[in-house]
């Protein structure tokens, strides 16, 4: 049902489909010129409805989740590849193995043998085996084995020789791209992407064993890495949106971002000269990403909320719970611009964590409405 701007309740996501699908088709385009495959990691999203405009469902389609709740949810919308994209622990095969019972090709990462071994006695116990990718650790970000490590080896061939295990390959996430001062730092840690991972590759396979799998994969590196040879596939997710941290790293332009959070101005504090709005860390997310043209550190931009254009300088300066806080200080713009009951936009730093405070979309049929939603799937 079509309805304006105002007669929602506010603070509420919305979704601009358009520029959503611009970004999907540019990312594409680039990998199908490099011929190599796409596993979209769909933990931003949590749409079906989204993720079929990203890749068509089947029971070969290769996506990658965060959450077993996302594997559940997105096997029932018809995904079969499924990437779990966090090192799995004993008791959650258990939901696992129900959805490999279902026809489900569930793929789990490892990056320690203590972990393996518990995984492999575990999936023993269940009387099934898991498909396993080796962590490659290629930036000292996160998680992860160095490609260079007297481990890897060992890891693998225990992967590779028991019961309740194999090996499928190796993968990485090079979350170090997100510390990049500018595109060449990017195109650095691609590089090093690429060289930490197929190294580990190089390694498993000379010592004789399978190495199908040689997944990357983050935003910055996807977008501006040159080369991917010895690549199969390339783990994406927060490309679909976009948000302010992504528009800091050159990644994306502000008319890129897809989503906002339209919220409503409840008070004025002239003590403070401070704005303050319903939308707060619940509504936004508590990350400060970077800092922004003015050198300071803010939690999501205002726009206009009829057009959803950036208002220049001004940025949510603090949070509370459910109180979203905007400094005029040292702005051209009084407390009387914004209207005590008038709306606003907030393009987000983070899309991920901003977009997991809500169960829906709200989809733009205009700049000034909405008709339609799209669901999402939370929790874990």
Same mark, same amino acid.
């Given at each position: 049902?079509?309805?304006?701007?105002?007669e929602?309740?506010?603070?509420?996501l919305?979704?601009?489909?358009?520029?959503m699908?611009?970004?999907?088709?540019?990312?594409?385009?680039?990998?199908?010129?490099?011929?190599?495959?796409?596993r979209?990691?769909?933990?931003?999203?949590?749409?079906?409805?989204?993720?079929?405009?990203i890749?068509?469902?089947?029971?070969?389609?290769?996506?990658?989740?965060?959450?077993?709740?996302? /594997?559940?949810?997105?096997? @029932?919308? $018809?995904?079969?590849?499924?990437?779990?994209? &966090?090192?799995? !622990? %004993?008791?959650?095969?258990?939901?696992?193995?129900?959805?490999?019972?279902?026809?489900?090709?569930?793929?789990l990462?490892?990056?320690?043998?203590?972990?393996?071994?518990?995984?492999?006695?575990?999936?023993?116990?269940?009387?099934?085996?898991?498909?396993?990718?080796?962590?490659?650790?290629?930036?000292?970000?996160?998680?992860?084995?160095k490609?260079?490590?007297?481990?890897?080896?060992?890891?693998?061939?225990?992967?590779?020789?028991?019961?309740?295990?194999?090996?499928?390959?190796?993968?990485?996430?090079?979350?170090?791209?997100?510390?990049?001062?500018?595109?060449?730092?990017?195109k650095q840690?691609?590089?090093?992407?690429?060289?930490?991972?197929?190294?580990a /590759?190089?390694?498993?396979? @000379?010592? $004789?064993?399978?190495?199908?799998?040689?997944? &990357?994969?983050? !935003? %910055?590196?996807?977008?501006?890495?040159?080369?991917?040879?010895?690549?199969?596939?390339?783990?994406?997710?927060?490309?679909?949106?976009?948000?302010?941290?992504?528009?800091?790293?050159?990644?994306?332009?502000?008319?890129?971002?897809?989503?906002?959070?339209?919220?409503?101005?409840?008070?004025?504090?002239?003590?403070?000269?401070?704005?303050?709005?319903?939308?707060?860390?619940?509504?936004?997310?508590a990350?400060p990403?970077?800092?922004?043209?003015?050198?300071?550190?803010?939690?999501?931009?205002?726009?206009?909320?009829?057009?959803g254009?950036?208002?220049?300088?001004?940025?949510?300066?603090?949070?509370?719970?459910?109180?979203?806080?905007?400094?005029?200080?040292?702005?051209?713009?009084?407390?009387?611009?914004?209207?005590?009951?008038?709306?606003?936009?907030?393009?987000?730093?983070?899309?991920?964590?901003?977009?997991?405070?809500?169960?829906?979309?709200?989809?733009?049929?205009?700049?000034?409405?909405?008709?339609?939603?799209?669901?999402?799937?939370?929790?874990?």
């Amino acid at each position: 049902m079509q309805m304006t701007l105002e007669e929602l309740d506010t603070p509420t996501l919305l979704l601009d489909e358009d520029i959503m699908r611009r970004n999907i088709k540019r990312l594409q385009d680039k990998l199908d010129l490099h011929s190599v495959q796409l596993r979209p990691h769909l933990k931003t999203c949590k749409s079906l409805q989204i993720a079929k405009q990203i890749k068509p469902v089947g029971p070969d389609a290769s996506i990658t989740v965060s959450t077993i709740a996302e /594997a559940e949810y997105f096997f @029932e919308g $018809g995904y079969g590849d499924i990437l779990y994209a &966090v090192s799995a !622990t %004993p008791h959650k095969l258990i939901r696992l193995k129900k959805l490999q019972d279902r026809g489900a090709q569930i793929t789990l990462i490892l990056d320690h043998i203590e972990g393996a071994k518990q995984i492999a006695d575990a999936a023993i116990k269940l009387n099934t085996s898991f498909p396993c990718l080796i962590e490659i650790d290629c930036d000292g970000k996160r998680a992860g084995i160095k490609a260079d490590d007297d481990a890897l080896l060992p890891l693998a061939t225990f992967i590779n020789d028991q019961n309740g295990v194999s090996l499928a390959g190796v993968m990485t996430h090079s979350g170090g791209s997100y510390a990049a001062n500018d595109i060449a730092a990017i195109k650095q840690v691609a590089i090093d992407e690429k060289i930490g991972i197929t190294t580990a /590759a190089s390694r498993i396979r @000379e010592a $004789g064993l399978p190495c199908p799998i040689v997944s &990357v994969g983050s !935003t %910055p590196t996807a977008t501006f890495a040159d080369d991917f040879k010895g690549i199969t596939e390339v783990r994406a997710g927060v490309y679909v949106f976009q948000d302010l941290v992504m528009e800091a790293l050159n990644v994306c332009e502000k008319s890129d971002i897809a989503i906002s959070v339209l919220s409503t101005v409840i008070s004025h504090n002239k003590t403070h000269n401070r704005l303050l709005l319903d939308a707060g860390s619940l509504a936004l997310s508590a990350d400060p990403g970077k800092v922004n043209e003015m050198g300071n550190k803010h939690f999501g931009q205002i726009c206009h909320a009829k057009t959803g254009k950036p208002i220049d300088n001004l940025y949510i300066s603090s949070m509370n719970q459910e109180h979203g806080l905007i400094s005029l200080d040292g702005l051209e713009y009084q407390l009387d611009d914004f209207p005590i009951g008038s709306q606003v936009r907030i393009l987000p730093n983070h899309a991920c964590i901003t977009a997991a405070a809500y169960n829906e979309y709200q989809l733009l049929s205009s700049p000034s409405s909405v008709d339609g939603t799209y669901e999402r799937c939370n929790g874990w």
